[in-house]
């Protein structure tokens, strides 16, 4: 199969899942591949905001992503941890809790794992 010629904007999200102080914006492109936009507010963290939506007790969606805005600040399940800000390329395995660092909300694109970010657990 051909790769065909495709136009999306976030404009018009193909799905979108959002709660009190963060929102995820999908757009599904052909064959399959899907990329994300994260916003979350100052305040947010994985644990408090969307542990209670995914069921998990860390987020278990592997993420890549480079990051448009904020900074937040990541810690794996093994205690490594690293902070990220406008213009990062992040690679995060399942395994994480992460957090808005500062005052300005974070907004990243994902194309790894935003498919599965605050999904129904």
Same mark, same amino acid.
Request: charged letters at 15%.
């Given at each position: 199969m051909t790769q065909p010629l495709e136009h999306l904007t976030f404009d018009e999200p193909d799905e979108v899942r959002q709660g009190d102080n963060w929102r995820l914006e999908l757009l599904n492109l052909a064959g399959g591949a899907q990329v994300g936009r994260i916003t979350v507010q100052p305040g947010w963290r994985w644990t408090e905001d $969307?542990? =209670? $939506?995914a069921g998990t007790e860390l987020? @278990?969606? =592997?993420? @890549?992503q480079y990051q448009v805005s904020g900074r937040i600040h990541v810690v794996m399940a093994d205690g490594t941890e690293l +902070?990220? #800000? =406008? #213009? +990062?390329v992040t690679s995060l395995p399942p395994g994480h809790d992460a957090w808005v660092v500062g005052d300005e909300p974070v907004v990243a694109i994902d194309w @790894? #794992?935003?498919s599965v970010w605050a999904a129904r657990g």
């Open positions: $969307v542990k =209670p $939506v987020c @278990q969606a =592997p993420h @890549q +902070d990220a #800000g =406008p #213009g +990062d @790894q #794992g935003a």
